[in-house]
């Protein structure tokens, strides 16, 4: 089972969850633990509260943990209709460009609503 530590104080994060679990098969296999308040339990598991709130983390059934672009490309990879996504983001010139685009919009994000 995957881990998503997600932003649930973000309603765009709360909606990009429901539709992915919307999906056939986004709903299996996939526990969504909202990171607000559980500065603790991150470091526990070796992730910075900061870096939980400005990238996307998800831990795999090893225990790995999966950061950013990264932890998208896994989470998409497991939902067919997806798995086509997935590929493209991790195409070796998409992504670097793919990063710094979801690093600026989160940053813009999360500096609006006063919580950077």
């Known amino acids: ?3 998503v530590f997600y932003d649930g ?3 765009r994060c709360i909606a990009d969850r429901r539709w992915y679990e919307s999906l056939p098969g986004g709903a299996e296999g996939v526990e969504w633990v909202d990171i607000t308040g559980r500065d603790a339990e991150l470091r526990a598991r ?6 939980a709130l400005t ?13 950013e672009l990264d932890a998208y490309i896994l989470l998409l990879s ?5 798995a086509p996504l997935a590929w493209l983001i991790d195409l ?16 813009r994000r999360l500096r609006r609503d006063g919580r950077l």
Do not use: F, N, T
């Not at 070796?46 to 870096?51: A, E, T, V, W």
């Not at 497991?78 to 997806?82: A, D, E, G, I, S």
């Not at 070796?92 to 940053?107: E, T």
């Open 1 to 3: 089972m995957l881990k």
């Open 9 to 11: 104080a973000c309603p």
């Open 46 to 51: 070796g992730i910075d509260p900061y870096q």
């Open 55 to 67: 990238e996307l983390h998800v831990e795999d059934e090893s225990g790995r943990i999966h950061r």
């Open 78 to 82: 497991r939902v067919p209709r997806l």
């Open 92 to 107: 070796p010139l998409l992504k670097p460009i793919l990063s710094r685009l979801y690093r600026h919009w989160v940053l």
